[in-house]
């Protein structure tokens, strides 16, 4: 299946039987997108495509000058063994042990590349791309993986590299265009309600998100008063039902405010506020792995975290983060030790979904808006802290 986010609408996909494939987390950044945007438009206004060929200097796979088309991996490292280009720079949100773990595979296919990695957020790596476009510097990074609502601002801002990567080895299913710009999502994590297994089993739970708003629940749910993870909701919704669903979750619940995936899943597992809205599948997987007492039940809505992966326009090494990246969309590659190393696969359908259930994702800029704005409206309806 490809996901094509320039189509209309918010997608939605119903889960008829048991799902397979795989996804992984980033923090959605929605509640910060305004000022990016604002940042982007003032630097560079809607998206461009102005791709390069090898004439002018940019990655040799280009083929015309509005889209890079990536030659397959083993193409692409030869090349970027053969124009000298053997190190590449990379940033994201992962611990940088983790990414250490996750890139072995690469190093030793191609002990001759260097991986440059920076463990820096979406938004502060986003903000120092934008400086260095505005100032006219030299960027100091090759790609970088990020949230939808960050990507967006790059690409807006003119910043990213359309790649069409049809044909290279990367998997299939994560291709995706959004405001033009064609690339591949690394992750696609599927977000549910975390419970102590000490206290509960998923048949005491509710199964669907009305069901959990229930006067049984008064104290005992977290959410995080950022709201970026309820605020999906909306992609199935609507904002007006979702909003409406909020202020009775709120008030019937006693909903007790908790900041973070970690933080609110701590709090489950120890039976402190033994649910959290805030959970997704690789957090748990890895707590249960480390063997924390917590399990995730999705329910009638599944909202997703996604990530997508993003070649900078004037990247130092152009040539070697096609073959990097190659490498890390491949599903043998790194999209294997994803899921090894962080229970973070990234196939279209998520495993575990129950029978009915709708699966949601942003597929479009208009989707980004309105996740922003449900978010928002979301944090002005909680109680005063």
Known sequence: MRDDLGSTGPTTHTVRRGATARTRALALTAALAPALLVAACSSGGP???GGRTPDDGGASGATDGSVIVAPTEEE????????????????????????????AGFR???????????????IDSVQNVLAQVQTGHALDVDANDLDPVNARTIFEAGAAQSVDWSGS??????????SGVSTFRSTRNPM???????????????DTWEELVDPAYAGKVSYDPRATFLAGLALAWGKDKTLDWYGRFLDVDAAVANLGI?????????????????????EVAQM???????AIKYLDVVPTQETYEVLYKDAPHPDAALCFLAWFGSTDGGLAALEKVEHRPT??????????AQLVFASTGEDLDLLTDVAQSMVELQPAS
């Open 108 to 122: 030793e296919k191609y002990p001759w590349m260097k991986v440059t990695f920076t463990n820096m957020t979406p």
């Open 169 to 178: 080895g990367v998997q299939e299913d994560t291709l995706m265009t959004l």
């Open 76 to 103: 692409a490292c030869a090349t970027a063994k053969e124009e000298g280009q053997t190190e590449v720079s990379y940033r994201s949100a992962t611990d940088a042990d983790q990414f250490q773990q996750e890139t």
């Open 347 to 356: 196939g279209a359908e998520p495993e575990g979904l129950p029978v009915g």
């Open 262 to 282: 970690s933080s609110s899943l701590q709090a489950a597992a120890s039976g402190e506020l033994p649910i959290s809205t805030t959970a997704t599948a690789s």
């Open 288 to 294: 249960q792995e480390a063997g924390v007492p917590i």
């Open 192 to 206: 549910g309600i975390g419970y102590s297994t000490e206290r509960y089993t998923a048949d005491d739970l509710p």
């Open 47 to 49: 998206a461009t495509e």
